[in-house]
């Protein structure tokens, strides 16, 4: 088994947030949790959105934030959601399923890009007056390494994330000229519930223990023989957020272990 390699410090706010209205998808654990915790912490009011009822609330009561119960596979659901005022948008729902393309159910396929690519879309069309009026606003997509690579058995996330990239670079260049950055995150993986679930579908795909999944599947590219922690990403996630953002935009920005450097 791989030995642990502790990450740096990640805990201390790197920019000063207040006033600001972030709203995170996906918040009620792993990435989307850190990031809630971390741009309240920076301060930020939050607005916690997730399906899990339970788990939204949670997040809210622990930063302070408002919780949202909302299923974001559902076509009309960015409509129901409280985005007055919102400036910072956080795009980090989504969800994995593995198997071969032949075996890939079109009606997950489909899901998978509506939650990764159609509701960041509407969200940005309804955001985006505030944001231009403001002339000030924050787009960052949780995209991953799967939005620059791609790896068998993912056609359903790798297709989203490839397409999160683009939306995130269209609106990197039509948001320029009102002081509107939107950038990617791309994540190697990340210590979350998403990627635990991984280990025992890739174990089956594969046709190994569960156990070998962490060295010989997921982390065989990586150097950096460890799991990122969610904190990491949410702390790139406020800077991207904070002073000397603003000529950040249109870009991607990896936090993989130096998967992509092999």
């Not at 939204?56 to 949202?68: L, Q, T």
């Not at 559902?74 to 795009?91: K, S, T």
């Not at 683009?166 to 998403?194: D, F, H, M, Q, W």
């Amino acid at each position: 088994m791989t030995a642990e390699v502790p990450a740096n410090d990640v805990e201390a706010p790197v920019a000063d947030l207040s006033g600001h209205r972030a709203l995170v998808t996906g918040a009620a654990s792993g990435i989307g949790r850190a990031c809630a915790e971390a741009f309240a912490a920076a301060g930020a009011e939050v607005v916690v959105v997730d399906r899990d009822a339970d788990g939204a609330r949670a997040v809210a009561d622990a930063v302070g934030g408002e919780p949202v119960v909302a299923d974001l596979a559902e076509r009309d659901v960015v409509a129901e959601l409280p985005l007055d005022g919102v400036d910072v948008v956080i795009n980090n729902a989504g969800f994995q399923h593995v198997a071969p393309v032949p075996e890939f159910e079109p009606a997950v396929f489909g899901s998978m890009l509506r939650v990764m690519v159609e509701t960041p879309f509407a969200l940005a069309r309804a955001v985006l007056p505030v944001m231009q009026r403001r002339r000030w606003g924050r787009f960052v997509h949780i995209s991953s390494v799967h939005g620059l690579r791609a790896s068998a058995f993912k056609a359903g996330y790798v297709t989203a994330k490839h397409a999160l990239e683009g939306l995130s670079k269209v609106l990197a260049v039509e948001g320029a000229p009102r002081g509107i950055t939107s950038n990617t995150i791309c994540p190697g993986y990340v210590r979350t519930p998403l990627v635990q679930r991984q280990l025992a579908d890739q174990a089956r795909t594969h046709g190994i223990p569960e156990e070998q999944v962490l060295d010989d599947v997921l982390l065989a590219r990586t150097p950096v023989k460890r799991l990122v922690e969610p904190a990491e990403v949410a702390r790139l996630a406020v800077f991207l957020c904070g002073p000397g953002s603003a000529s950040m935009s249109g870009s991607s920005y990896e936090i993989s272990g130096g998967w992509t450097a092999t």
